[in-house]
């Protein structure tokens, strides 16, 4: 299949390629736009034909539902039993911009949507493109986000042809998308709403609107707890070389471990602060993606650096972790699902991988650096 292309000129009126695009959409056909989080994979979300089709352009399992994209408030009505308080303070405070919510469904909402679940999840971006867009298709967007399931997602148009050229009718370039991570995800099915993954509006915007908000206990990795969302329980976001998470006072030996692996012979991808940078040996083995020193450029340009590791393909990447205040509690749960939570954490001047002991000299020996 040909991918249109369509290029769109910012803060102007882009109709025409608007009109082009949700033209496939009405015949059943799926394409790519920009979003403020991620760009979205998208199709006409009433029809389960054309849901289908994200299905098989993604090679998504089909247990793992898909968020319902509108453009107006009024249309979450059709698509929803109703709203309790805190979907609606949710709606009035956050939306339109980088949050969905789950809500129970109403009947029009196809099976192959919700994943056979009663509920749905939807989003009111607050992207431009993404809204005339959405409006231009006169139906609720179904929209992963554009990636083949597994890898980053996509935070601009190249990234996106990437993974889907020649799978998908079309794309809409909008350029680099603003936030860089996606949605926060909070069900509001319950009486205390509960983060299913944190995202661009954070915990502490959340908490000082709705009181008591819950982060689903699975998002740390413990195997005892099934994610709320299905598409969580996926090893996700991950580069083909194994990376390695280097948390709290661990940070301060990252420089070290990039030593020792340099020492073996391995080249190293490094994902660090500008101050943890400076610290790095000078070697044309390290693969640096160096973000510069504020946490909203990490989570910019967190996916893109990741797929670089694919471009670059060094033999281990060791990333270093950041605290977990505001959108740092988004790119964590990212980096630790990229790293499928091998960290590396400090404890009495002992380095230790997964909790285990991991002693510099003894690092080969526990395979932590393969
Ligand atoms: O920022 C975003 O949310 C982007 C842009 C394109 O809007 N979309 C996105 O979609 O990230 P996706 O499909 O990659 O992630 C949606 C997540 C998945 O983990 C899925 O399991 C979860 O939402 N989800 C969808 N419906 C759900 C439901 N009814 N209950 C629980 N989780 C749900
Ligand atoms: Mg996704």
């Known amino acids: 299949m040909k991918t249109c292309y369509w290029k769109l000129v ?24 920009p979003t403020e989080t991620v760009y979205g994979l998208g199709a006409d979300g009433l029809n389960e034909e054309a849901v289908q089709k994200i299905f098989a352009a993604k090679g998504r399992p089909n247990d793992n539902p898909l ?3 509108i453009s107006k408030k009024e249309t979450i009505d059709q698509l929803t039993t109703g709203l309790n308080n805190n979907a609606k303070a949710i709606m009035e405070h956050f939306m339109p911009g980088p949050i969905t919510i789950i809500v129970n469904k109403s009947d029009i909402v196809p099976e192959a949507v919700s994943a056979g679940l009663p509920t749905v999840a939807i989003r009111w971006p607050s992207h431009k493109d993404a809204q005339d867009f959405i409006t231009a298709c006169g139906c609720p967007i179904a929209a992963p986000s554009a990636n083949i399931s597994g890898r980053p997602s996509p935070t601009n148009a190249q ?8 799978k998908i009718a079309g794309i809409l370039d909008g350029g680099p998308c603003k936030i860089g991570v996606e949605s926060t995800i909070v069900d509001t099915t319950e009486a205390i709403p509960v983060i299913l993954r944190p995202g661009g509006i954070t915990y502490e915007m959340l908490t000082e ?7 689903d206990p699975a998002l740390h990795g413990d195997p005892n707890f099934k994610p709320k969302a299905p598409g969580m329980k996926y090893r996700h976001y991950a580069p083909k070389a194994p990376v390695y998470l280097f948390e709290g006072e661990a940070t301060h030996h990252l420089s070290v471990c990039v030593k020792e692996a340099l020492n073996k012979g391995l080249t190293v991808g490094v994902l660090c602060d500008e101050n943890t940078a400076k610290n790095l040996p000078a070697s044309e083995k390290i693969y640096l993606a160096n973000w510069g020193c504020d946490k909203e450029t990490l989570a910019n340009e967190l ?32 980096l630790r699902k990229a790293a499928g939570f091998q960290i590396v954490t400090l404890a009495n001047d002992v380095l230790l991988l997964n909790g285990r002991e991991a002693a510099m000299e003894k690092l080969s020996q526990l395979n932590f650096i393969p």
Request: charged share 25%; aromatic share 6%.
């Open 159 to 166: 990234d996106v042809l990437e993974d889907m050229d020649g």
């Open 209 to 215: 609107v709705l009181g008591v908000v819950e982060i």
């Open 10 to 33: 910012a803060s102007s009126n882009n109709a025409a390629a608007h009109k082009e695009a949700a033209a496939f959409i009405k015949a059943g056909e799926c394409i790519a736009f």
């Open 67 to 69: 968020i319902l994209h």
């Open 303 to 334: 996916f893109y650096l990741l797929r670089d590791f694919d471009r670059t393909h060094p033999d281990v990447i060791l990333a270093q972790g950041v605290c977990e205040e505001g959108i740092g509690l988004a790119i964590m749960n990212r």
